[in-house]
């Protein structure tokens, strides 16, 4: 494969803002009167902020009007601002950044394709807007992962076609968008719940552009 460019899902791939969502919805759902555990949280990953909610309310078993669930989403969504403005680089996750120099170094265009609408506050504290060509989020797509929209946009900005192009992903919805798309997709993870991706690696640590020779 002749690569032209990385898309790169945000959260739990360049950085691990998962565990922000997770104690931001935990604070929730204990407010609200139930449990939500880790394993409750692997549903939530990569899945938009009101559909998070939904799924959140059924696992609590809770039946709310439209109205109460903006509230709710309101409520969870400035509970995790609130960690996200304190981030710093530090925590980009082990071996992103020099990943992301050399295929800088080599042409090789980047984008960030998620379906946060606070990507470009998380990017903006990590210092990493200078990696990337550009960024779509979730302020600029309609319909959520596993619809391939945010990933085929991306592509469309790069201008590059989708099969000299990978996703790398770290939730089953992302990595459904990606195939959905029709893009080769890397898993970021364990493959036992990344079963779907073209190929999984836990990190980025031991992982360079040398890889991608092999694809
Ligand atoms: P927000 P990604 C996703 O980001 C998260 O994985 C998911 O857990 C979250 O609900 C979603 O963004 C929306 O985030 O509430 O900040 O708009 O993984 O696609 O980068
Ligand atoms: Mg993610």
Redesign the pocket.
Known sequence: MKIEACIF?????IVD??KY?YLAWEKLAKELGFNFSKKDNER??????M??LDILLEIGNLNLNNSEKIEL?KK??SW?VEYISKMTPEEILPGVVSFLKSLKDNGIKTA????????LTIIERTDLLKYFDTII??NKVSEA?PNPE?FLKAAKELNIKIENSIVF???KA?IEAAKNGGFYCIGIGSADILYKANRVIPDFKNFTIANLAVL
């Open positions: 899902d945000l959260d739990g791939v803002t998962a969502h939530l990953k990569g899945v938009s902020r559909r998070s989403a969870k969504n995790y960030i394709g998620s379906a946060s609408k606070n990507a989020d979730g992962k945010v992903e770290d939730a992302g």
